[in-house]
């Protein structure tokens, strides 16, 4: 990499202290080299960014106290970053209440239990409850592929898996049928999983899954232990080659 | 790069033309995804799974991709409609002026609700977001046919009309059907 | 003498044409007279005038809306040479009815039991520019648009502004976004003006989505060539090369219209290469929209015209420099270019002098509900509800009272009938809990149940959701079912604080416009007939708890 | 007399759960005994007292509520009780209970009394059984909770630390200590 020239280096202040950081660099990015916590669902590094979970919500002072998508929004000269408030927290807190109270987010019995990025969050931001009545889908779960299971109604539908089989294995099985509520994850015409003839049975979208939804078969509670360091490997490695 | 025309329809049925032409028309880029999509289903009634592949295959565009958007939009239904189709408008000036009511009296004489056809494929009911005959209020489009002012009563009546008219002979023509939005 | 000039010359030949006739009959075929058969009827006529002879004294023309929907089918007969006869509108003609139309205007009579008067305020107080063909010109014929100054505009720019010029005109003339937020059109041109790159496209987003809203479908249906005139503009001020029209598929009479204008202005030259024998090349082409309400949403709308699930995603980047395939786009609604030839023609001083201060110009409503004269009408920015509902609406039916005016659909709000003074400007409603919106106007009685109207449009917000982020996805959910609680006398105070706190979060949480705009009804309703929620409360009125400690 | 008087009343109540919770309670072994100095546990599966008493200043309530037994123990639960504890997963979420909430109760009770039974399959009808509610609902959903305790099963060292806090006069906050499934 070149060095940028001081035209693309921005200085900005977050939560009351220096930083800066290249102009084509995010928050997040930011947020990230100096070991500020900023909680994520959606975004994993490797992938394109969706800003959809809304859960690295930050507040832009110096843009009327607007909040913006931490992973989405890039530096600016002289912005003022607030990463934490009573206000913020709250937002962070309820968007997981509702996560939870969008499917079948039983901890106790999921094989995800313990290595599930949903359920660090919801204690690293302290929910301790749902105040919402869970949604109580029920959502096919597909057992059809003879090495991984999809459990839809433990979905959180970040779109990951449909990203990174589109954007790194190139195969684009999944996507997402429906709209509001009713969306789910499907694979190729919304047909078994297992009879998929464009799935490569890589296990990239199982791997990098942040929770108990898509996960090899087999596993006992607590058992899924998920492996995605390949993901940004391979991201450096694409652009090494460019 | 394939060559795209050499991908065979499903069936040599005639309709098969129109839905080659419009993807001809756009170079059988991916983006007239939705235009061809709204041709297979004037020219078919509804999408069924070998439409979705076909289309898929054709303007190389993953079939999961093309199942996402086909189920995006609520204009394209998946399932073949009834003889009859019964959209109730919803708009908020039908909604004001009773529109719930209209719902209410289809599924009391025919035991469906919004998006649902009879057992014997008779009569499917839909609901439009508006039709825009909102000095009409409430609306029904009933087999692609206007009919302001309903009142419940009035609307049995017509309907049964209709279902009568035809018994079980032909059914209503597809073209109705675009101007129908199933939810 | 230019290429328009010659296209002007032929027009007008084709309208001196149409002075011969004694008389003007025109049949409104738009949408809602079309549903009551207006068409069959202007064959009856087509056929009844011919069977008399009378085809070399009265036209029948078919044309666009006439704005009394609710009187529809809609027929004006116009004097033309013979003025024996004043201006006459015959209001919910049936097909029966046309020999004895016909009889009466060949005797230089009114049919009395069918005529509706025009010299009431419906008429009178309405100001059109966007409107000022529809019901006049045939929306099928170009020549008459032509005749009636169209492409005049369009031709000047091209031949005697610069792209900057047009920017700079629009710019002064003080025009804001007709879709809803008000945002400067001239300051939007130039930004993408500004923006670097070879391509750009220019994009018409006539997906009214809105429910009970049907102001661009009527201006499509009745005037199709303003609008392509407008989008030609700004394609030049901007220099795009290609357009798109995203029109929603459940309008088939609109796009008809559109496709058959299209046609005949490529057939003129109007569009296509070395445009009025310029440089200059455009074209313009339809996609159909499929029925999902998110898709008004300028990204969510360019990735459907893309062939994409209607998804909006995070701006910025702005599609002013990153839009349509990743290329300055530009983006505004029917109305919006609809006013566009005009202000050229007239200047932006003439359409400046129109309105308010920071509103100028003119606003189309769809005015729908319990009120008198359904229908569409175009007042100056700045006149109030009060004269918009009770002059030229007609007030509510009788027996009874005006309770409030949604106006924004689902997105805007209710505005509550102590506010009948309101002036309306895009200010002025933002300021009143609601907001402009593309001009659906709900008049609400005192039959309605404020909380039953929240649930409605919940509902509509809650199957719109596009699904991406989750506080729109899974808060809509909630909102409903918390709010269908409140209505079903179910819910407690402690409910309607979840309710409240919900209705926070997704407001400023949720990615787009449609999400955060989403608890609008919730909020607008609850501020000022908070007093019909607490009813419905099982611990009533403020003061009890749900659940003794 | 006087001394007791000053000890802190605690029930602990088991509605629907796999007393798991109850298990944690008893992990906290010698602590319970130091604990006993300050607290006295008035009603509790673990002790022998049939009513709720009309005063206690601490529930700590395990399991979620399926029945229209748990649903008039709770109200009257909470109706006689300063604090309120929701401990568990169960009582917090409702938790593995809830699974059968997809499906309607009376599908259930025919599939466990009438498909998967061999001899003289037939229905509860005995008035004194409790019914099945249509939906399994956490205690918040019925009535207020003060207290929420994560946790299938919350550790001992967690429900040590609520019952400490809240003997030191302070609200017990333990999300960093347990999790929900924890």
């Not at chain 1, 999809?150 to 990174?164: G, I």
């Not at chain 1, 694979?187 to 990098?208: E, Q």
């Not at chain 3, 047009?166 to 041109?189: D, Q």
Request: net charge negative.
């Amino acid at each position: 990499m070149t060095a940028p020239t001081r035209s693309h280096i921005k200085t900005l202040k977050i939560d009351g202290k220096d930083y800066s950081g290249h102009e084509e660099e995010t928050i997040l990015d930011i947020a990230r080299q100096n070991d500020l916590f900023l909680p994520t669902l959606c975004q994993i590094d490797g992938l394109s960014v969706a800003g959809a979970c809304r859960l690295c919500l930050v507040e832009v002072k110096t843009w009327n106290n607007r909040l913006v998508p931490a992973c989405t929004t890039h530096v600016e000269e002289g912005i003022e970053v607030l990463t934490h408030s009573e206000r913020i927290d709250n937002y962070r807190r309820m968007i997981l209440e509702l996560l939870f109270s969008e499917g079948n987010h039983v901890c106790a019995v999921c094989v995800s239990n313990g290595n599930c990025e949903l359920q660090a969050l919801a204690q690293k931001l302290g929910m301790d409850h749902v105040r919402f009545p869970n949604l109580r889908p029920v959502r096919v779960v597909d057992m059809t592929h003879d090495r991984f299971v999809l459990d839809r109604n433990r979905c959180v539908l970040c779109a990951r898996c449909v990203r990174v089989c589109d954007e790194i294995e190139g195969a684009h099985t999944w996507d997402i049928t429906g709209r509001g509520i009713d969306a789910r994850i499907i694979s190729d015409l919304d047909t078994p999983w297992g009879s998929s003839d464009t799935c490569t049975r890589c296990g990239k979208c199982v791997n990098i899954y942040p929770v108990g939804a898509l996960v090899e078969k087999g596993s006992a509670i607590g058992e899924m232990v998920k492996h995605h360091d390949f993901l940004e490997y391979i991201a450096e490695m694409r652009e090494a080659r460019e | 790069m394939r060559n795209q025309t050499n991908i065979a329809a499903p069936s040599d049925d005639k309709r098969w033309k129109l839905v080659e032409a419009t993807m001809r028309r756009n170079g059988y880029r991916p983006d007239a995804l939705i235009e061809t999509l709204h041709t297979v289903q004037e020219s078919f009634g509804y999408l069924d799974d070998e439409s979705l592949q076909y289309v898929a295959r054709k303007l190389r565009v993953a079939s999961s991709q093309v199942y996402g958007v086909a189920t995006f939009y609520h204009f394209f239904t998946l399932k073949p409609q009834g003889k009859h189709v019964c959209a109730v408008c919803t708009g908020t000036a039908c909604y004001i002026k009773g529109a719930e009511k209209l719902i209410e009296e289809v599924h009391d004489n025919y035991g469906i609700t919004p998006g649902q056809t009879t057992p014997d494929g008779e009569l499917s009911l839909v609901t439009v977001r508006c039709v825009g005959a909102c000095g009409l209020a409430p609306a029904v489009v009933l087999d692609g046919e206007t009919h302001g002012n309903m009142k419940p009563g009035q609307m049995s009546k017509e309907l049964e009309t209709a279902i009568n008219k035809t018994g079980s002979a032909e059914p209503v023509s597809h073209t109705a059907i675009p101007e129908v939005m199933p939810q | 003498m230019t290429l328009y000039d010659d296209l002007r010359s032929m027009a007008d030949t084709e309208h001196e044409k149409e002075r011969r006739y004694g008389y003007c009959l025109r049949v409104c075929t738009a949408a809602a007279c079309v549903s009551q058969h207006s068409d069959s009827i202007k064959k009856a006529f087509d056929a009844e005038v011919k069977a008399r002879g009378l085809d070399e004294q009265i036209q029948v023309k078919g044309v666009g809306c006439m704005g009394l929907c609710a009187a529809g089918p809609l027929v004006m007969i116009d004097p033309v040479r013979d003025n024996t006869l004043g201006p006459t509108l015959y209001e919910k003609v049936t097909v029966e009815d046309v020999p004895e139309i016909v009889d009466a205007l060949a005797q230089k009579q009114v049919v009395e039991r069918l005529e509706r008067k025009m010299d009431i305020p419906f008429f009178q107080r309405q100001v059109r520019i966007v409107l000022e063909n529809s019901g006049i010109i045939d929306p099928e014929n170009v020549d008459d648009y032509i005749a009636a100054d169209g492409y005049q505009a369009f031709s000047h720019a091209l031949t005697s502004m610069s792209p900057a010029d047009v920017v700079k005109e629009i710019t002064a003339s003080g025009l804001r976004g007709r879709g809803g937020g008000g945002y400067p059109t001239g300051l939007k041109w130039s930004t993408v003006a500004k923006a670097s790159g070879d391509v750009k496209y220019v994009i018409c987003n006539a997906d009214e989505g809105d429910p009970g809203a049907f102001m661009d479908r009527s201006v499509l249906e009745s005037d199709p060539h303003r609008v392509l005139e407008g989008m030609c503009i700004a394609a030049y001020a901007i220099g795009a090369s290609k357009g798109y029209v995203y029109v929603r598929a459940e309008y088939p009479l609109a796009i008809d219209r559109l496709k058959t204008a299209l046609k005949q202005a490529k057939r003129k030259n109007l569009l296509g290469h070395s445009i009025l024998n310029t440089e200059f090349d455009f074209d313009i082409e339809i996609r159909l929209g499929a029925g999902a309400f998110v898709c008004g949403e300028e990204t969510a709308l360019m990735a459907s015209v893309e062939g994409r699930r209607g998804q909006p995603r995070p701006r910025p980047p702005y599609p002013s420099d990153h839009g349509l395939w990743g290329k300055p786009t530009l983006v505004n609604n029917v109305e919006s270019y609809a006013n566009v030839a005009t202000i050229l023609r007239k200047g932006a001083d003439w359409f400046a002098g129109i309105g308010t201060e920071k509103s100028k110009g003119t606003k189309v409503f769809a005015l729908a509900g319990q009120i008198e004269n359904t229908g569409l009408i175009e007042v100056p920015m700045g006149v109030t509800l009060r004269e918009i509902v009770y002059d030229i609406g007609g007030g509510t039916p009788q027996g009874t009272e005006l309770k409030a005016i949604q106006t924004g659909g689902p997105s805007g709000g209710c505005i509550p009938a102590d506010l009948i003074d309101l002036p309306v400007d895009y200010e002025s409603l933002v300021k009143a809990g609601s907001f402009m919106g593309s001009g659906g106007m709900i008049i609400i009685d005192n039959t309605a149940d404020m909380v039953n109207v929240a649930k409605y449009f919940m509902d509509f917000c809650k199957s719109e959701s596009c699904g991406k982020c989750i506080p729109c996805r899974v808060g809509t959910a909630h909102m409903y079912n918390l709010i269908d609680k409140i209505d079903r006398g179910q819910a407690t105070h402690a409910d309607l604080d979840l309710l409240l706190s919900l209705c926070d979060l997704v407001a400023n949480t949720s990615l787009c416009g449609l999400g955060k705009a989403s608890p609008n009804a919730i909020l607008s309703t609850l501020r000022v007939f908070r007093n019909e929620y607490e009813a419905k409360l099982l611990d009533g009125h403020v003061g009890a708890q749900p659940e003794a400690k | 007399m006087s001394e007791q008087k000053t000890k802190v009343t605690v029930a602990t109540v088991w509605l629907d759960g796999c007393s798991g919770c109850h298990m944690s309670l008893i992990d906290m072994d010698e602590r319970l005994i130091e604990l006993a100095q300050y607290i006295d546990v008035v009603y509790s599966p673990l002790v022998d007292r049939k009513d709720y008493p009309e005063a206690v200043d601490v529930a700590l309530v395990e399991g979620a509520i399926s029945s229209s037994e748990d649903l008039e123990k709770i109200k009257k639960i909470r109706a006689h009780t300063k604090i309120l504890i929701a401990l568990g997963d169960c009582a917090v979420a409702a938790n593995v209970p809830s699974i059968r909430n997809i499906f309607k109760a009376s599908d259930i009770l025919s599939r466990g009394y009438l498909e998967n039974v061999t001899a003289q399959p037939q229905l509860p009808n005995d008035p004194t059984i409790p019914t099945l509610l249509p939906v399994v609902r956490p205690i918040h959903e019925i009535v207020p909770v003060d207290v929420f305790v994560q946790g299938c099963p919350p550790s001992a060292d967690t429900i040590y630390t609520v019952i400490t806090e809240l003997l030191a006069g302070r609200m017990p906050v333990v999300t960093e200590l347990t999790r929900p499934g924890a």
